[in-house]
């Protein structure tokens, strides 16, 4: 069984639990429910931002702990200030060390779109989502059937949540296209290796759609990468662990943003 596989066999019984704890009704009543969302989309295309996702994110399972002690609220609004596009936060718990209330914070001290990253199988997540202040969610192809995925994000869109659809390989892309997505994300991590590669993303740009908004994940430690990956068409970058594994995340992102745009203008 591969991570992914034991991801969502345990997102089940979670998802079963929290309806019968915090039922859709219960949810709608969010003070974030009727709330506009901010378009992560058109954050990512604008000219006065790196375009980077900056993520929040206390361990993985292929690393374990990354960073326990930093703090949501100090980190998002040091990610914002450094200039990033966009904020993602993990939510998933067991896994990754993440919580609600982290997305919830984010949202609090930062007026830029915030994706919820976890893995969405149901539309009881999405409602979820939107009560806790998320503009955008994660769908993972991998974890879905086409069919299913489509059907997700087409309910998000009921709730005004931008989609970022997230592939390996070009298997993952076609089958699984719909108009109901806004970004294509291409993750750079082998999912039964965990090992990365940005070749994975310059296989791929090209074969996405130019409809989509299209960023890379995963495996980003270094400015120049940015560089490579912008003139290859990528418009978005999600980086979270090269932040993470510092003291301080947020200068990690402000000293990695001012470097890329040094490159940038050269």
């Known amino acids: ?16 639990e929290r309806k019968g704890l915090f039922p ?8 974030y429910f009727e709330s506009k969302t901010v378009s992560l989309k058109k954050y990512l295309l604008r000219e006065d931002k790196s375009g980077i996702i900056a993520e929040f994110k206390r361990k993985s399972p292929s690393k374990g702990m990354i960073n326990a002690h930093a703090k949501v609220e100090r980190t998002t609004i040091g990610y914002m ?31 830029c779109p ?14 979820e989502a939107k009560s806790i202040g998320a503009d955008a969610i994660l769908l993972i192809a991998a974890a879905l059937t086409p069919e299913r995925l ?7 869109k009921t709730l005004h949540l931008e989609v970022l659809m997230e592939i390996h390989n070009e298997e993952e892309l076609h089958p699984y296209l719909s108009p109901d997505l806004d970004v294509v994300g291409v993750n750079n991590r082998n999912l039964k290796t965990f090992e990365t590669s940005i070749e994975t993303s310059k296989m791929l740009v090209d074969k996405i759609p130019n409809e989509f908004v299209k960023i890379s994940e995963s495996g980003i430690s270094d400015p120049a990468t940015i560089v490579e990956l912008k003139k290859v068409g990528f418009q978005g970058f999600l980086i979270g662990e090269t932040f993470m594994k510092t003291g301080r995340p947020e200068r990690a992102a402000a000293e990695f943003i001012e470097a890329v745009q ?5």
């Not at 591969?2 to 997102?11: E, G, M, S, Y």
């Open 1 to 16: 069984m591969d991570i992914l596989q034991k991801i969502i066999a345990h997102k089940e019984k979670e998802v079963a």
């Open 24 to 31: 859709p009704k219960l949810l709608e009543q969010s003070i």
């Open 81 to 111: 200030q450094a200039g990033a596009s966009a904020l993602s936060v993990l939510t998933d718990s067991e896994f990754f060390g993440g919580k609600n209330e982290d997305l919830s914070t984010a949202r609090k001290f930062n007026f």
């Open 114 to 127: 915030v994706l919820r990253k976890d893995f969405i199988i149901d539309e009881y997540q999405i409602i």
């Open 150 to 156: 489509k059907e997700l994000a087409a309910f998000a």
């Open 262 to 266: 040094k490159q940038l203008s050269v």
